[in-house]
């Protein structure tokens, strides 16, 4: 009986135990919240975003937990999404677009012990680190291809909001295109939305009733390269390949490949060893990808397009240098000289030979 009591009483000690431990361990589960400005089937930024999200839990498994909110406007709602993510105990929390940081530099204030990461912004604090990626590395290739490819000497591009991220996309695609064809034109049609497939959709026909044989954007979803497809013309898959959307249309693409960053970041929080870190990968790092080419560009220009994403990647092409003027004529880049990240970053300007006004 003497066995038998302590043979019980090790078990019920052993209970005991592992019902104390069990929480703990329930507790070591990270939360990893995400915050996107678009829908996740939207076939572009936030589609790509939610890739990465959807590899953490590859990655980690049942040491995570991913959860999301979709289509939260820029603004007062963002705060509002946040706050109720972080109240809802998350240890970390991504913010996927530029107009969500004062709302995420706001709501780190409140919650010093969660780990904010905001995409494409330059506010950083203690639990608030900044990343975004070089898209317009991806820019100058695909402005080359437009510049090979237009036969009318005009590129249609369908711009979001005039954020220096977005101009500095303008800028990179229409110096690549002018390198290798000095007569050609940009035609800019500025939405001033992320996604709206009906305004992407008529700023493409507006473009193309102006001229443009090739159209590019910086809006997220693939309402242009349906018309391009619809009408016989070219386009770029932006944020993600877009061949399903275009499969005659599409030359290329620039394709945002989060989900490296977004491991590595996940790692270092189980890890202790998370830090407010500001990263810009480009071609390099993989965080931008060049699509496959189309089998309708030239062997000639497909050989250029991959000889200047080889030399960005290896660092001895830099997109932005000189000489290069500003709009107005004045000089910005002299002949050799190179732009520093801190001109790119806050980049509020055309440069000579694009067409129209930058809105305010």
């Known amino acids: 009986m003497m066995i038998r009591r302590t043979a019980l009483g090790l078990l019920a000690a052993a209970a005991t135990a592992f019902a104390f431990a069990a929480p703990a361990e329930a507790a070591e589960k990270k939360k990893i919240g995400f915050i996107y400005v678009g829908p996740t089937g939207d076939f572009g930024w936030t589609h790509e975003h939610d890739i990465g999200r959807k590899a953490i839990e590859a990655e980690f498994g049942d040491l995570v937990e991913t959860s999301y909110l979709e289509n939260v406007p820029e ?48 506010k950083r604090a203690d639990n608030l680190a900044t990343y975004s990626s070089r898209f ?15 036969k009318t000497d005009t590129v249609g591009y369908i711009a979001s909001f005039p954020i220096p991220e977005v101009v500095r996309g303008i800028n990179a695609a229409y110096l690549a295109a002018k390198s290798v064809n000095p007569a050609v034109k940009f035609k800019i049609i500025w939405v001033n939305t992320w996604f ?28 242009a390269m349906t018309i391009a497809e ?89 997109v932005f240098t000189g000489p290069i003027n500003k709009q107005d004529g004045s000089v910005w880049l002299a002949a050799g000289e190179t732009a520093d990240d801190g001109t790119l970053l806050g980049m509020n300007f055309y440069v000579e030979g694009v067409e129209g006004e930058l809105p305010k």
């Open 75 to 122: 603004g007062p709602d963002a705060e509002r999404a946040l706050r109720q993510m972080a109240q809802s105990g998350h240890d970390m929390i991504f913010t996927t677009s530029f107009g969500f940081m004062n709302p995420t530099v706001k709501v780190a204030k409140m919650f010093p012990e969660v780990k904010f990461e905001h995409a494409t912004g330059y």
């Open 196 to 223: 709206d497939p009906g305004k992407e959709a008529d700023a493409a026909n507006a473009l193309i009733e102006q001229g443009a044989d090739v159209i590019m954007q910086h809006t997220d979803s693939p309402a």
């Open 230 to 318: 619809e009408k016989g013309i070219f386009a770029f898959g932006q944020a993600s390949d877009m061949m399903q959307f275009g499969p005659n249309a599409r030359l290329s693409s620039i394709i945002d490949n989060w989900s490296p960053y977004y491991i590595a970041r996940v790692q270092a929080l189980m890890d202790g060893t998370w830090e407010s870190t500001d990263t810009w990968g480009g071609i390099a790092s993989g965080m931008v990808e060049i699509g496959e080419f189309s089998a309708r560009m030239p062997a000639e220009v497909q050989a250029e397009a991959a000889a200047a994403r080889d030399a960005i990647a290896a660092g001895t092409l830099h």
């Open 136 to 150: 317009y590395e991806g820019r100058h290739v695909i402005g080359l291809i437009s510049g090979r490819m237009t």
